[in-house]
């Protein structure tokens, strides 16, 4: 079994930035960060392959969020800038056993229990 374990989350202004981290209980595979804001099903936001040479972007953070890895750590990251009211939403932290990143949920075999972002305008 793999634990997941999002920091970083909170409250911010509109145009601020906001660093999440995942931390890993070993190392594993793909991985991403999705979002859930209320009453609105869970989005893909991000996703890193294993060695970081690969990563993917939800269309409506492309430019602004960063996504990044140290498997020396075991620790993942989402850089976000520009954030928008928009972006407000619980993010989780996701792991897969392939080492490839993918932008399917189901396609992810653990998960984290998610951190809350909250942008103000």
């Known amino acids: 079994q793999v634990q997941l374990v999002e920091s970083g989350g909170g409250l911010v202004q509109a145009g601020a930035s906001l660093r999440l981290s995942c931390a890993t209980s070993r190392r594993i595979y793909g991985m991403g960060w999705f979002r859930q804001a209320p009453n609105k099903e869970r989005e893909f936001v991000a996703g890193i392959s294993w060695s970081g040479a690969t990563t993917i972007y939800g269309d409506s953070v492309e430019g602004r969020f960063n996504i990044s890895r140290d498997n020396d750590k075991n620790m993942m990251y989402l850089q976000m800038a520009s954030l928008r009211p928009d972006d407000t939403a619980v993010y989780f932290c996701?792991?897969?056993?392939?080492?490839?990143?993918?932008?399917?949920?189901?396609?992810?075999?653990?998960w984290g229990q998610g951190i809350q972002v909250t942008v103000s305008s």
């Open positions: 996701a792991a897969r056993r392939g080492s490839h990143t993918s932008p399917r949920a189901d396609e992810y075999d653990y």
